[in-house]
């Protein structure tokens, strides 16, 4: 009913940026909170960062201070500015949106995963 296509990953160097975007598109009625996680080799899924339906956000600890969070409602989008980028920083980065769909079913829909590398 809802599909997430995320893009903007890649290979970095230490200190440098990229930004992901995360479009969501189908049966969507409205979105709530749009989030953002990331998941290393043999870790388990952390969270990142979100932002709420009127833009309010929350983040990690490890990323405050060097990452943004921002959406585009008209664009049913979520961003996410990656500045300052440490080694650490290297995983598999997944947008998580929660969906009101048209039919009044509320649900959390998951992208397919974006990697970003980040060399020292």
């Known amino acids: 009913q809802v599909q997430l296509v995320e893009s903007g990953g890649g290979f970095v160097q230490a200190g440098g940026s990229l930004r992901l975007s995360c479009a969501a598109s189908g049966r969507i009625f409205s979105i709530n909170a749009m989030a953002w996680y990331r998941q290393a080799p043999g870790k388990q899924r952390e969270f990142v960062a979100t932002i709420s339906s009127v833009g309010s956000t929350n983040y990690a600890d490890s990323v405050k201070g060097r990452f943004t969070i921002s959406r585009d409602n008209a664009k049913n989008t979520v961003y996410l500015q990656m500045n300052s980028l440490k080694p650490e920083d290297t995983a598999v980065y997944y947008c998580?949106?929660?969906?009101?769909?048209?039919?009044?079913?509320?649900?959390?829909?998951w992208g397919q995963g974006t990697q970003v590398t980040v060399s020292s």
């Open positions: 998580n949106v929660d969906v009101l769909t048209t039919d009044y079913t509320r649900n959390g829909y």
